[in-house]
C-alpha cells in the first residue's frame, strides 16, 4: 500500500471508497453522508480542499481530507474501508494531514472534529500534536416516544432577513463560551454569520428544514432565540443550532425551540432527532437529557494555533 496526495487519485479511484463511508455513516449515525463526499471531489477540483490517500494501486482504501478557509485548516473526515481498520492507518493519514497544515506558514489556526473518523487513536494523535481538546457527545431521542408539553413562547418562521439579528445573538451567546475557544466558526459576528447563512442557504449541516427552524422573540418583539433545523437523512431531523439571547436563560425559550422542532420531526415522519453537544456544556446536556437525547457516539473538537498565540480552553 502507498499514501499519497488526495488530488494524484481519480475520482474514479476514490467514489467507491466515499460510497462505502456513506452507507457507515448512515447505519452509524442515521446520517446521509454522499453529498460530502461529493464536495470532497468538487473542493478538490476547485483547490479548497486537500488530503492524503491510502491505496494498493488500484481504488482508494482509506482517505483524509482538510478544508482550506483563509488562514484556518479545518480537518474533515478520515476513513479507512472496513478490513483495514484498526490498524493504524488512518492515523498516518491523520499525522499527514497535520503536517500539510502546519507547513504552510500562512495557516494560523487548525480545527478538528473527529465525528466522522473510524481511527480509534485519532483523539489522542490530535493531543499528542499539541492540540487542546474537549469531549463531544453526538446525541439521539427517539421520537416515537411522546414529547413533554411545551412552556409557552411566542415563536415564528425565521425569514431570510433574520440572518444578520439571527447571526449576532448566535455570536452573543457563545462569547467567552468553550465552544467559541474551540471553533472559530463564533470568534466574530462575521464568522457566526458566514456559519448560519451555510446552514441556512447552502444546506452546510443536512438539507435546511425551514419549517422546523424558529426564532422566538419578546413581547416587543426582540429576538429572543433562534433555533436552525435540518434533515439529515429521511429518518434523522438534525438540531445545527439552538441559542438564547443573553439575558434571557433560564425561562424556557431554548425548550420551547428545541420542542417544537422535535415535533415537526415527529409530524414529517421522522424517527429520531439529533444534536451534538460538548460535554463540558453541562446546562445543556442536561436540558437535552431531560427532554429524552441519549449520546449514540462520543468524539471530541481540537483546536491549534500558530505560536505564539494560543488557544485558552
Known sequence: MRTRAL????????????DEEARHWL????????????????????????????????DALAYGYAIVDGTRVVIGGLFATAR????????????????????????????????FCTAE???????????????????????????PPAPEARMRALRRDDLPAASELIW?????????????????????RGFVESIVLRNGCGRFDPEASRVAETGSGR????????????????????SV??????????????????????RDGMGRASLSVTVGNE?????????GYVPRRTFAAHAWARPPARVDA
Request: glycine share 10%.
Open 7 to 18: 488530488n494524484a487519485v481519480p475520482a474514479a479511484r476514490l467514489r467507491p471508497l466515499l
Open 27 to 58: 447505519q452509524a449515525l442515521s446520517w446521509d453522508y454522499s453529498e460530502v463526499g461529493s464536495a470532497v471531489i468538487s473542493g478538490l477540483q476547485r483547490g479548497s480542499v486537500f488530503g492524503r490517500v491510502t491505496d494498493d494501486g488500484g
Open 84 to 115: 483495514l481498520r484498526g490498524q493504524g492507518v488512518e492515523e498516518v493519514l491523520l499525522d499527514g494531514l497535520i503536517d500539510d497544515a502546519r507547513r504552510d506558514l500562512g495557516t494560523l489556526r487548525v480545527e478538528a472534529q473527529t465525528l
Open 121 to 147: 487513536a485519532a483523539d489522542a494523535r490530535l493531543v499528542r500534536a499539541g492540540f487542546v481538546s474537549r469531549p463531544r457527545h453526538y446525541v439521539v431521542r427517539d421520537l416515537d416516544a411522546p414529547l
Open 172 to 192: 452573543r451567546s457563545h462569547e467567552g463560551s468553550l465552544d467559541a475557544r474551540l471553533n472559530s466558526t463564533y470568534a466574530t459576528a462575521a464568522t457566526t
Open 223 to 242: 429576538l429572543a432565540g433562534v433555533l436552525l433545523a435540518s434533515r439529515l437523512s429521511a429518518d434523522n431531523g438534525h438540531v445545527c443550532q439552538v
Open 245 to 266: 439571547a443573553p439575558g434571557l436563560e433560564h425561562r424556557g425559550i431554548g425548550r420551547a425551540l428545541l420542542l417544537r422542532a422535535m415535533d415537526v420531526f415527529r
Open 283 to 291: 446546562r445543556a446536556r442536561e436540558l437535552y437529557a431531560r427532554l
